[in-house]
């Protein structure tokens, strides 16, 4: 699982050309020490993956990829803090991570073409960089490429206690005019196939950042909504209905049921049976019903996950990875909350990155400490990064940064990848990557290989049509 | 593998006394060698075959052209991938057997026969034949055709035919695929396995872009004496493969089943309490056929055939200005089903639309149809249920279209032309004058207008393609336009499609009753493409009226209609189903007040009502019926379950249940109504005791208002519970 890298690492490929080489006279044993380093280049199977994401986009230079030493209308106002790890530096305002350094590492050099938010997000949430034939930024459609998670949900077999393979929460992502994103869905995998989304912070269109505490407006700063609620809709009943009921409903159908015995059973189609069961059993078995909810938390833990929508979320991907479940995207904040075109460094420093690093590093530690985090791989990303540049969108507005698609950083952690770790580079503003440029591809691939999907994969669209499922390869260098 | 020189005299030494015969062939890529690729799997999809390759080896699809793939092979990484001095050290063959790292595992065993040849085609100088050496023709597997007993096995054997008259046996080398796999499984080697499930099951073979296919058919061989009434030739042809396979069929339905059954099926509505009650009074003896012909006579069902045609050829409002389009287009297709306007008229009406909306509302089909590819690849899929797509990029894999049929066939789409219409942002379309022709983007040749297997016309400039494409559709001879159609309707009324799925009809894939098939598609021509007609024929024949309920020998069957097939009913017909059991009037934006989800005249209410998005309504983005979830999910079943949405219906004010609460008749009378509504059929004596038990537990020992709320609740329950059962849920 871990061969230890040499100082300078050979690439594969040079190392096959030595090999061939070694044929014409220069001994063989290269090729042992080549098949030795091929189990090293295969990365564990993790048990699950948190793919935690940041709508909006965070900015590479206000987090983990910050330019101290470029132009104060590129580097920003912040300041970069030590972590952990010797060399490896941070935004000041992420002093939990930068503590535990060594439990996570970095890609600096993920990078596609495209600054619109729709599109951004289908690529970040597909792994794939190009648009899908008849793409529409306004809503999604049936013929948009399937999301990660929708691959997870199809591909990934099916669990006896009904929990999904793949889970969405705490609510779909929506654009901050109200329309929802491309990209979160099965597509053209069939809409059977889309992942369980939990809706447990029902959408409100006015307000981001992580309600109540880190509740804010892009321009008018801190908001209070007492509103904003988080929970398990889909598992709790609608209003005037109880569990007693709803177990008295039940019942009440089988008894008419079987009075059509020979009907009810030939009606069987097997994925309704199942699904119906599945319902039934995801409301009433409480064992199930318990990993949805956060009611029985020890109060120790919601404070060091952050009594925050942000920490509720991760707190809560916690438990449902821990109850078998192999793929949950958490969305921490929607409305694109990360879009800081204005008053970037006081929001970010206020309302984003402070819940962020309280729940993200919560996470890492609770896992470490439960041994879990070794078979848990946790991706950090948005649909793309933000301009080096600072700009102001008005004249009265703060300043803030653009959209970027060719830069961004990604955090990741778990599943057997080594802490410590900085893959790629960007150059010396922030704005493209320098070297290793890795693609959303690549992404996919390393989620897909930690799930233990096997590289000849193919999934089937709804026309029946085969497609690959790796598009590109796992991030080298991690494990 | 740390003594190579042993390794390699080991290898050259076994391969040399076991293959001595062989070994004297010449051996010639694209016949020896890409076959080797094929079956280990590495020209796949998944694989190196992908457009990009894999890892920066790139072959093409399948094998579909050994010409690139000969250049990447050998002249490709500055000739590491093949090595004639130490063949064994090829990277071809220390990455497929995996002696050196490959991401795609271990495709090759160093021991067995395809090893030796790819060493041996290295070794000799990785020939790649002479043009003079002869070609692969066909293949054929024998046996062809096969009655086999259940759990019975056979293996087949495959032999290609080359162009000097030679054949050679490629058993080993070929691929098969069931396409029933519930019924039969395949191995590599070409045994087919078959389970213990009675019926037809094809096998397809494949061997370097040719196919063929066995079939097998497997009787239960139950006795079958005792044949309900016949009642024309689909009922003849269905009862005499029924006999073949020794399946019996189930009993008829009674007669509330069949109303509800084909109100369903023809409509998309349950029948109202007063139609059923009719119906089962009257005397009548052809009350059935009188039934079906009022069913079709009426709005309903030209509303609910609109509905599916809509979403085949893509009525989709995708910008709000569109509305008007998408009106215009719903409403013609909906008046041509009304008007029962032939078929091979509506085609041609579509696919050689000129003008303007207005004027002419198929036009609205080019809106969203804007590409001459899709244009031809949904006529391929939509009239003639052949599926082109793949044919664009490479040969098609479980076809004979290769990508000259492919450009051929769109070249009759290549002078659609488009200028802006009167109407602010919607186009005029019109055939612009000139020689019809595009280009095939592998050979670069120009080709000229080409029917599915036909020859390549000489069109006059001012002749519009489309036009000659419409003829060629609707002559009485052509082999998948009738069949197309009666295949897509049949799957309609019986779930299945004789075959599946129903717009993938080629030679591997052929029908579970192909007479039938024939006979269908023969009837429908000779009643001059009349629809009405066709579905009288359906649904007036004795094996749709047949019941649900299986008999002895029966339960299993799912492909040859010995009883009807229990389907769920679809997003827009559950929802207005739904709503007509709570008594809610629907209120979609623009239409009148209890407008049903099944006359909605485009997409654009999907994203509004989350239940017809999740129970699968389609978004007329397809060409293909397949876009229609109807497979069960998760999030359906909460929502029956616990949805605010339903619980809200249940118990408003002066819905049903509020009403029923009110209403004083006694409550056997009310429960019956509710059984009436939903089930269109009497409530038996055990169901009305549960729903009094229930309705007593719910007022035991209240009175006034909580008697009254209690009572309420108690019929919200028997609503609820009646709208989750599969009787409800389901068209049986």
């Known amino acids: 699982m871990s061969w230890p890298h040499p100082a300078h690492p050979v690439s594969r490929r040079e190392v096959i050309q030595a090999g061939t080489v070694g044929?014409?006279?220069?001994?063989?044993?290269?090729?042992?020490?080549?098949?030795?380093?091929?189990?090293?280049?295969q990365p564990p199977r993790a048990k699950s993956v948190i793919y935690i994401f940041l709508s909006g986009g965070l900015a590479q230079h206000e987090s983990f990829d910050m330019k101290p030493d470029a132009p104060m209308e590129i580097r920003g106002e912040f300041k970069p803090i030590r972590t952990r790890t010797p060399g490896l530096h941070i935004c000041e305002h992420l002093p939990n991570l930068a503590r535990i350094s060594e439990k996570w590492s970095l890609v600096r050099s993920l990078t596609h073409g495209s600054a619109d938010h729709s599109l951004g997000h289908h690529i970040m949430l597909t792994g794939r960089s190009d648009a899908p034939l008849g793409f529409d930024p306004s809503k999604p459609k049936k013929s948009d490429h399937p999301s990660m998670a929708a691959l997870a949900t199809a591909l990934l077999p099916k669990r006896k206690d009904n929990l999904p393979p793949a889970i969405v929460l705490p609510d779909k992502l929506v654009h901050r005019e109200g329309r929802t994103l491309a990209g979160q869905f099965a597509g053209t995998l069939g809409a059977q196939h889309d992942p369980w989304f939990l809706e447990m912070s029902p959408y409100h269109p006015k307000h981001y950042g992580a309600f109540p505490k880190y509740l804010f407006h892009h321009e008018r700063g801190f908001e209070t909504d007492p509103s904003l609620l988080f929970q398990a809709p889909h598992l709790s009943l609608p209003q005037g209905l109880t569990m007693d009921r709803v177990m008295d409903r039940i019942s009440l159908r089988n008894a008419l049921e079987q009075q059509t015995d020979d009907l009810t059973a030939l009606a069987g189609d097997e994925a309704f049976d199942s699904t119906r069961q599945a319902a039934i059993g995801l409301l009433s078995n409480r064992k199930v019903h318990d990993a949805f909810s956060l009611e029985k938390v020890d109060p120790k833990m919601l404070d060091r996950y952050g009594r925050h929508s942000f920490g509720w979320s991760?707190?809560?991907?916690?438990?449902?990875?821990?109850?078998?479940?192999?793929?949950?995207?958490?969305?921490?904040?929607?409305?694109?909350?990360?879009?800081?075109?204005?008053?970037?460094?006081?929001?970010?420093?206020?309302?984003?990155?402070?819940?962020?690093?309280?729940?993200?590093?919560?996470?890492?530690?609770?896992?470490?400490?439960?041994?879990?985090?070794?078979?848990?791989?946790?991706?950090?990303?948005?649909?793309?990064?933000?301009?080096?540049?600072?700009?102001?969108?008005?004249?009265?507005?703060?300043?803030?940064?653009?959209?970027?698609?060719?830069?961004?950083?990604?955090?990741?952690?778990?599943?057997?990848?080594?802490?410590?770790?900085?893959?790629?580079?960007?150059?010396?503003?922030?704005?493209?990557?320098?070297?290793?440029?890795?693609?959303?591809?690549?992404l996919a691939a390393t989620i897909y290989e930690a799930l233990g999907l096997p590289r000849e994969t193919l999934w089937k669209d709804f026309t029946g049509r085969p497609h690959t499922l790796y598009m590109g390869s796992p991030i080298g260098g991690l494990v | 593998m740390n003594l190579p020189r042993f390794t390699l005299i080991a290898a050259l030494s076994a391969a040399a006394p076991c293959f001595a015969a062989e070994a004297l062939r010449p051996l010639n890529f694209a016949n020896d060698i890409v076959p080797i690729l094929t079956k280990g799997g590495c020209n796949g999809g998944g694989c190196h075959g992908k457009s990009g390759g894999q890892n920066g080896f790139k072959l093409s699809l399948l094998g579909f052209e050994p010409q690139e793939d000969y250049e990447h092979i050998v002249k490709e990484a500055r000739g590491r991938r093949v090595f004639p001095a130490a063949a064994e050290q090829s990277l071809l063959l220390t990455k497929g057997t995996a002696q050196l790292p490959h991401g795609g595992g271990k495709k090759l065993d160093p021991n067995a026969e395809d090893y030796a040849d790819l060493a041996r085609w290295i070794r000799e100088g990785m020939p790649y034949g002479k043009d003079t050496d002869p070609k692969m023709a066909s293949i054929s597997v024998e046996p062809a055709k096969l009655t086999m007993p259940l759990k019975a096995a056979q293996q087949l054997k495959v032999t290609a035919h080359y162009t000097d008259g030679s054949t050679r046996d490629v058993t080993k080398r070929a691929l098969y695929e069931a396409n029933e796999k519930a019924m039969a499984e395949t191995s590599e080697t070409g045994r087919v396995q078959l389970f213990d499930l009675p019926g037809d099951v094809a096998v397809m073979v494949r061997y370097q872009g040719k196919v063929s296919t066995f079939r097998a058919t497997v009787p239960l061989g139950a006795p079958v004496d005792k044949l309900p009434a016949s009642r024309g030739f689909v009922d003849n042809l269905v009862f005499a493969k029924l006999k073949t396979i020794g399946v019996p069929p189930s009993d008829i339905a009674d007669d509330s089943t069949f109303i509800r059954r084909v109100t369903l099926d023809i409509t998309g509505r349950l029948p109202t309490a007063v139609e059923m009650k009719d119906f089962m009074v009257s005397k009548e003896a052809a009350k059935r056929s009188i039934l079906i012909d009022r069913l079709l006579d009426s709005p309903d069902y030209a509303e609910y055939f609109a509905n599916k045609w809509n979403a085949l050829l893509r009525n989709q409002r995708t910008q709000p200005m569109y509305a008007r389009g998408s009106y215009l287009f719903y409403s013609w297709i909906r008046d041509s089903i009304a008007d029962n306007k032939p078929y091979d008229q509506f085609v041609r009406e579509v696919v050689s639309a000129s003008g303007d909306l207005d004027q002419n509302p198929p036009v609205a089909w080019y809106r969203q149809v804007k590409e001459m590819k899709q244009q031809m690849e949904d006529v391929a899929q939509l009239f003639l249920g052949t599926r082109m797509q793949c044919a664009q990029c490479h040969h098609h894999p479980f076809e004979k279209w290769s990508q000259q049929d492919y450009y051929g066939f769109a070249a009759f789409f290549s002078n659609v032309s488009r200028k802006p219409s009167t109407f602010t942002n919607e186009e005029m379309i019109f055939s612009k004058r000139g020689v019809a022709q595009t280009t095939n983007i592998r050979t670069k040749a120009v080709v000229t207008p080409t029917s599915l297997g036909g020859q390549a016309l000489k069109l006059k400039p001012e002749q519009d393609p489309r036009q000659a494409l419409a003829e060629w559709m609707s002559q009485k001879e052509n082999p998948f336009f009738a069949h197309t159609l009666v295949n897509r309707y049949w799957k309609h009324f019986f779930n299945r499609g004789l075959v599946e799925p129903e717009d993938d009809m080629r030679e591997t894939n052929p029908p579970v009753n192909p007479e039938l098939l024939s006979a269908l598609a023969a009837d429908f021509v000779k009643n001059r493409y009349d629809l009405k007609k066709l579905i009288r024929t359906i649904t007036n024949s004795t094996t749709y009226q047949l019941s649900a309920i299986p008999n002895a020998y029966n339960a299993k069957d799912r492909q040859n209609f010995s009883r009807y097939y229990p389907k769920r009913l679809n997003a827009e017909v559950l929802y207005d189903s739904v709503n007509t059991l709570l008594d809610v009037e629907t209120t979609f934006a623009g239409q009148a007040p209890g407008t049903r989800a099944v006359a909605l005249p485009d997409n654009s209410y999907n994203q509004s009502t989350y239940f017809l998005s999740v129970f699968g309504r389609p978004d007329s983005s397809s060409a293909c019926e397949c876009e229609r979830t109807q497979e069960a999910s998760l999030a359906q079943s909460l929502h029956l379950l616990n949805a605010a949405e339903i619980q809200t219906q249940l118990s408003r004010g002066n819905g049903r249940a509020d009403t029923l609460t009110k209403d004083a008749r006694p409550d056997d009378d009310k429960i019956a109504d509710l059984y009436h509504i939903a089930l269109s059929r009497d409530p038996n004596p055990a169901e009305v005791k549960f729903a009094h038990t229930h309705l007593d537990k719910k007022i035991t020992g209240k009175t006034g208002d909580e008697a009254f709320k209690g009572k309420k609740e108690a019929y919200e329950d028997i609503l609820w519970a009646l709208l989750n059962t599969k009787e409800f849920l389901f068209n049986h």
Do not use: C
């Open chain 1, 23 to 41: 044929l014409l006279g220069l001994g063989m044993n290269h090729l042992s020490a080549l098949q030795a380093m091929t189990a090293a280049t």
């Open chain 1, 314 to 442: 991760l707190l809560m991907a916690r438990r449902l990875v821990q109850s078998g479940v192999r793929m949950v995207q958490v969305n921490l904040g929607n409305n694109e909350t990360w879009d800081t075109h204005q008053a970037a460094w006081g929001n970010l420093k206020n309302y984003l990155l402070p819940p962020m690093d309280q729940a993200v590093s919560a996470l890492l530690e609770d896992l470490d400490a439960s041994g879990q985090l070794d078979e848990t791989l946790i991706v950090m990303g948005g649909e793309f990064g933000r301009t080096p540049k600072i700009k102001s969108i008005s004249a009265t507005a703060l300043p803030g940064r653009d959209h970027w698609g060719n830069a961004q950083s990604l955090l990741i952690a778990g599943g057997g990848i080594k802490g410590g770790r900085v893959i790629g580079a960007t150059d010396k503003q922030g704005g493209y990557p320098a070297r290793d440029a890795q693609t959303p591809e690549n």
